[in-house]
């Protein structure tokens, strides 16, 4: 009998193992059933519509945390489906609701079909469509027939569309737009991000911003900061200037926009261009720097455009946005600078488009057709498109091509030459004048050659022959051709520097130095006398 008893326990402990497990087994939604809370109606006819309820005046159904309202319904409790009709409302928690004119809604799946005038809240958005499904389970709804999702200032519309609640991120396809009061934003494909505003686009895009246009095909901006992060065939349109490079960035309250790799910022008011492997530019003080293979072209004074390259060049903008607006251009360190008319070579340089004056630093040279002039500071002066004068200070020097073999020299302490349609009509040398000449015979023969040396000299040209030369009290030497002695043949300081002067608006990307011994000498200027108390 006891065995028989023991044989019953332990037989009923193991059918009811089975039933224990599942009670401790978790629910999930998916398990709870829709329950019909409230309907003034009910109608039921078996076999009818799949056994569907018909219910009708303020029908009232939950499932799984979630309340859904409606004018009337069909409930298929077998199915565990509904089709709710005539001011439809779904609301669950305390952050979304979705309402629209007619519903269906799959318990198993935990999906609400929604159409018709549907909109769905969450939070501070609004989401408007025609046609949306919510998925329950991932907490997203998305539409497929055109929407608008409005959150804050900002409205946003595309063909396709969905929405996360958990995230509160969203993604856009097909005829993108999203606007408010600051600016407009036309693309193919948008992710939004509800919380920090930030908002991605990928394909064609444009982003317009009052007179301002940003055109990327993949990019970030933030709605609130209007701040920009750009990565794709990128350019920016706005004040007068077109900025573009593989990535840039910008920030519209401070003015600052960043580029890097393949830059370009174009001035189409000033007339000038800026290139660098990376560039900044600010278009509220119009100042922008480059480095890395950086170029400046200045196309303002005609047709022929100057080329500028240096390590570094920077440019500074005075009185912007006004009739007397002018830029400076500062470029240092390896300077190289090239024009139809005139090349330069110098270890900086600084160029004003005021007074048309480009000034060279640090062992400067200066070409011009077959001329060439060497000093320790050099001063081109720029009318249109040709040279107007050039201002040489100490250790100064001027070179004339003559033929391979001879150079007319002008060594003194301060040159100045001017020119008259590009053409030099006048040199004026002045303090501890030297010049060595080789006057052109008709047939341009070279047959003999003079030296002078005076305190002041003016040399007048025609033709690109000199014509006479002018000085108060000079000693002159006249000598056959190849019989001067060597010091009256070469002036002290005496290069031809034809193998560093740039040769195209391509060369000048590559520096050449003077060869060892052709320097400038080394001078001490004058300083203030140390104070002593």
């Known amino acids: 009998m006891k065995k028989n008893l023991l044989y019953i326990f332990l037989l009923f402990l193991l059918c009811a193992l089975p039933s224990l497990s599942r009670e401790k087994k978790r629910k999930t939604p998916n398990d709870e059933r829709i329950t019909l809370v409230h309907a003034d109606n009910l109608f039921f006819v078996e076999n009818e519509i799949g056994n569907a309820k018909r219910l009708s005046g303020h029908v009232v159904m939950k ?32 952050t979304l609701s979705l309402t629209g004119e007619t519903l269906h809604y ?8 929604m159409r018709h005038k549907v909109v769905m809240t969450h939070r501070q958005q609004k989401l ?27 409205n946003l519309t595309s063909d396709w569309g969905e929405y996360h609640t958990d995230t509160r991120k969203a993604s856009f396809n097909y005829n993108v737009e999203l606007t408010n009061k600051k600016f407009r934003m036309v693309t193919d494909t ?50 007068n ?27 189409t008011l000033n007339k000038n261009i800026l290139n660098g492997d990376y560039a900044r530019y600010n278009e509220l003080t119009g100042e922008a720097m480059a480095t890395g293979h950086a170029l400046a072209r200045d196309y303002s004074q005609g047709k022929d455009t100057l080329y500028v390259h240096a390590d570094t060049i920077r440019l500074y903008t005075y009185n912007i946005e006004t009739d007397s607006v002018y830029r400076v251009m500062h470029g240092y360190f390896h300077t190289r600078a090239y024009r139809q008319d005139v090349q330069a070579v110098a270890d900086s340089l600084v160029f004003s488009t005021k007074n048309n004056v480009l000034t060279l630093y640090r ?30 200070d100490r250790q100064a020097m001027m070179v004339e091509q003559v033929d391979s073999t001879h150079f007319n020299q002008v060594a003194a302490q301060q040159l100045v030459s001017y020119y008259t349609n590009g053409e030099l009509t006048e040199n004026q040398a002045i303090g501890n ?56 043949t070469n002036l002290p300081g005496f290069a031809w520097f034809d193998y560093i002067r740039p040769l195209n608006k391509d060369d000048i990307y590559e520096w050449r130095g003077k060869k060892q011994g052709t320097e400038l000498k080394a001078t001490v200027r004058r300083v203030a006398p140390l104070q002593k108390l």
């Open 63 to 94: 499932h799984a945390g979630m309340t859904m309202y409606c004018d009337s319904a069909e409930l298929n409790d077998v199915g565990q489906t509904f089709n709710a009709f005539g001011n439809v409302k779904i609301v669950q928690g305390d």
């Open 106 to 113: 799959d318990g198993n799946t935990l999906i609400a079909e």
């Open 363 to 392: 062992d400067p040279i200066v070409w011009s057709e077959n001329r060439q002039i060497v000093g320790e500071e050099i001063n081109v002066f720029m009318n249109d498109s040709t040279i107007d004068s050039t201002h040489v």
């Open 241 to 267: 200037r077109i900025m573009s490079g593989d990535s840039v960035f910008y920030d519209k309250g401070t003015g600052w926009m960043e580029a890097f790799s393949n830059v370009e910022c174009q001035d």
């Open 128 to 154: 408007f469509t025609d046609s949306l499904n919510y998925d329950r389970l991932y907490n997203w709804g998305y539409y497929f027939e055109g929407g608008r999702l409005v959150d804050g200032d900002n």
């Open 190 to 239: 948008l992710h939004y991000d509800t919380q920090t505003k930030w908002a991605e686009v990928v394909g064609r895009s444009n982003i317009y911003s009052g007179s301002d246009r940003i055109y990327t095909e993949h990019g970030f901006y933030n709605s609130d900061t209007e701040q920009v992060r750009l990565f794709e065939a990128t350019k920016a349109f706005g004040r």
């Open 433 to 488: 004048v030297m010049v060595v000449n080789y006057p052109l015979e008709k047939d341009s023969l070279v047959l003999y050659q003079n030296y002078t040396e005076t305190s002041r000299a003016r040399m007048f040209m025609k033709e690109r022959k000199l014509q006479k030369i002018w000085a108060p009290a000079s000693h002159s030497y006249f000598y056959p051709i190849g019989l001067a002695p060597k010091e009256r």
